[in-house]
């Protein structure tokens, strides 16, 4: 069974920084892609940064370069999602999520984390 646990949420004043994680479990972490998106309320969810494990291929939003920087490390079959210079337009609710599929960085992923909840407080 696949699963995506996200962790490292929190509430940190504009400027700060936070460190997000997901561990995954249940397939070939290699051979997947996996993602970081995000769901403000009553926005739609978007899409933050991906990698491509087999090759660290790595995709940004124009909204995140240069502040967001995403990691994997496969020994954990963790990703990582580390945001500095973090504004109060980066609240959101964010999501993690895997495929198998080569380049594929959206919301047609097939497996998704719960959430962890980001609060940037100004």
């Known amino acids: 069974e696949v699963q995506l646990v996200e962790s490292g949420g929190g509430l940190v004043q504009a400027g700060g920084s936070l460190r997000l994680a997901c561990a995954t479990s249940?397939?070939?972490?290699?051979?997947?892609?996996i993602g970081w998106f995000r769901q403000a309320p009553g926005k739609e969810r978007e899409g933050v940064s991906c990698?491509?494990?087999?090759?660290?291929?790595?995709y940004y939003a124009d909204s995140v370069k240069g502040r967001f920087t995403i990691s994997s490390d496969n020994a954990k079959n963790t990703v990582y999602l580390q945001m500095n210079s973090l504004k109060p337009e980066d609240a959101a609710v964010y999501y993690c999520?895997?495929?198998?599929?080569?380049?594929?960085?959206?919301?047609?992923?097939?497996?998704w984390g719960k959430g962890t909840l980001v609060t940037v407080s100004s």
């Open positions: 990698i491509s494990n087999s090759d660290r291929t790595t």
């Open positions: 249940g397939f070939t972490f290699d051979n997947y892609v």
């Open positions: 999520a895997a495929d198998r599929r080569a380049y594929l960085c959206g919301n047609a992923m097939d497996h």
